[in-house]
């Protein structure tokens, strides 16, 4: 069955920087959109990242631009999220997310437009 698994979680210092994997199996997945999502405590899931089948679109919320890199190497089913610059705010659970339709696109922030999630990894970013 289609298995996504996150990985590279932790604890850094506000500044610092993580970078997250996500790896895919059990599927084609490497001609759709992939994502992260982030969900805080307290706070519903939200969109963080999305990319390309390609990699050569992407978008990103606005509380992320300039801190936070989308990349895939399809060749491995990966996506992963470079996120440097880490504020307490980051603090949060991240899912990947990975789309089984042409119909989503690096625009679609919903949770319903992605088919398959991650069990998730927890970012702490202390002050």
């Known amino acids: 069955q289609v298995q996504l698994v996150e990985s590279g979680g932790g604890l850094v210092q506000a500044g610092g920087s993580l970078r997250l994997s996500c790896a895919a199996s059990g599927g084609t997945f490497s001609s759709y959109v992939r994502a992260w999502f982030r969900q805080a405590p307290g706070k519903e899931r939200e969109f963080v990242a999305a990319?390309?089948?390609?990699?050569?679109?992407?978008s990103y919320t606005d509380s992320v631009k300039g801190r936070f890199t989308i990349s895939r190497d399809n060749a491995k089913n990966t996506v992963y999220l470079q996120m440097n610059s880490l504020k307490p705010e980051d603090t949060a659970v991240y899912y990947c997310a990975a789309a089984a339709s042409v119909s989503t696109s690096v625009r679609s922030m919903g949770l319903g437009s992605y088919d398959y999630w991650g069990q998730g990894t927890q970012v702490t970013v202390s002050s």
């Open positions: 990319i390309s089948w390609g990699g050569t679109s992407t």
